[in-house]
Structure formats: C-alpha cells, structure tokens
C-alpha cells in the first residue's frame, strides 16, 4: 500500500502516482459528489490516467433519494450541519479578522432533483457589512441574502455510467448497503 498526501489534482497530475503492479485506487467517504461534474469526470480521468489498463477505482457515492430524506440529512434538526457550515464564519473572523455576524445566518439546504444535487447556504436575516481585514476586503450582505457552503451530488447507476464512460473505466460490479442509501462501485481501467 501506497499513501500520497495533497490535492486530488495536484498529485495525480504529477504523474508521481504510477506503478508496475496491478492496482485498486479507492476514492471513498462520497466525496466525489462534492465537485461540480465536470470536475468529477476530470478527477477520475485523472485516475485513469494513473492507472494501466485492468486496474481498478473502488468508488464509494451517495445515493439520489427523495428530498426529504437528503434535505433531513443536510438540515438536520440536532443543527450539527449548520454548526459546521457556521464554523466557517467563525473561523474567518477568527484567523482573518473577519466581523462576520454568524448568530444573524441560518443554514438552508435544497434538493435540486433535476441536477441531482443537494445545495446547502448560509442566509443572513440582516443587513450586514462584512470586513474581512486579512484580505482588505468589504462585503455588504442585504437581509436575505446568501453565502454558499457547498454542493453535494447524488448518483444513481446512469450517473456512474456515465462517469465511468466518460473518464476511460466501465462499471464492473456495484454494491450497496441494505436500505440502497450509499453505493461502492468497482470500476475497471480500460
């Protein structure tokens, strides 16, 4: 086993990952669903690239599910979510002399069944002028308005399909857990 530490992008492109051996890549935990697609097909050509042909990618993804299970899980009513996303407020007033007032933004997450995305945003109920001194910069927020946190696509089999076709694997085998929440797919170099 071999360990590469850095960004997705920068290391595969460094043509550094390469082998003599047969190899499995693992990109697990559903996080290629947080790059918008064209950059998820880019990342796993990447991997291809990497990769000889016979070798394989083990692909972990999230679902498509109806909204409300995906807007529970993103909007969770515990807050957990929001407070991660707040998080990000704090520490840019923390570390970059930010005046972000965080306690007047709430967290909202929308499913967007036609993009198979859930979007998630922080929304101030204030008018407020942010000064971010690290960066000298200003930023005024009207009530309302919204920052956004992230983007989290879901797949279904015609969605990895798809990626597998477009980034030079085809989907070998498929798996998922016993309520079909969460899949891992086996994809080969060809």
Same mark, same amino acid.
């Given at each position: 086993? #071999?360990?590469? =530490?850095? @960004?997705?992008?920068?290391?595969?492109?460094?043509? $550094?990952?390469?082998? @003599?051996?047969?190899?499995?890549?693992?990109?697990?935990? +559903?996080?290629? $669903?947080?790059?918008?697609?064209? *950059?998820?097909?880019?990342?796993?050509?990447?991997?291809?690239?990497?990769?000889?042909?016979?070798?394989?990618?083990?692909?972990?993804?999230?679902?498509?599910?109806? #909204?409300?299970?995906?807007?529970? =899980?993103? @909007?969770?009513?515990?807050?957990?979510?929001?407070?991660?996303?707040?998080?990000?407020? $704090?520490?840019?007033?923390?570390?970059?002399?930010?005046?972000?007032?965080?306690?007047?933004?709430?967290?909202?997450?929308?499913?967007?069944?036609?993009?198979?995305?859930?979007?998630?945003?922080?929304?101030?109920?204030?008018?407020?002028?942010?000064?971010?001194?690290?960066?000298?910069?200003?930023?005024?927020?009207?009530?309302?308005?919204?920052?956004?946190?992230?983007?989290?696509?879901?797949? *279904?089999?015609?969605?990895?399909?798809?990626?597998?076709?477009? +980034?030079?694997?085809?989907?070998?085998?498929?798996?998922?857990?016993?309520?079909?929440?969460? @899949?891992?797919?086996?994809?080969?170099?060809?």
């Amino acid at each position: 086993m #071999r360990a590469y =530490a850095g @960004d997705y992008f920068t290391v595969l492109g460094s043509r $550094g990952v390469r082998g @003599d051996r047969r190899t499995l890549a693992m990109l697990m935990g +559903s996080n290629i $669903g947080n790059y918008q697609p064209k *950059d998820a097909i880019a990342l796993v050509t990447l991997i291809a690239k990497a990769l000889k042909p016979g070798d394989a990618l083990l692909l972990g993804t999230d679902r498509k599910k109806d #909204r409300a299970t995906l807007e529970l =899980a993103y @909007d969770d009513p515990t807050g957990v979510t929001a407070a991660f996303d707040k998080n990000l407020l $704090g520490r840019i007033n923390r570390e970059l002399g930010g005046t972000f007032d965080i306690g007047a933004f709430e967290h909202t997450a929308r499913y967007d069944e036609e993009r198979g995305c859930i979007d998630s945003h922080l929304r101030t109920r204030i008018a407020q002028n942010v000064r971010i001194e690290a960066l000298g910069l200003e930023v005024n927020f009207a009530a309302g308005e919204s920052i956004h946190t992230e983007s989290s696509y879901k797949f *279904d089999g015609s969605d990895i399909e798809m990626l597998a076709g477009a +980034s030079g694997f085809t989907v070998s085998q498929a798996w998922h857990d016993r309520r079909k929440l969460f @899949d891992i797919h086996l994809l080969v170099r060809r």
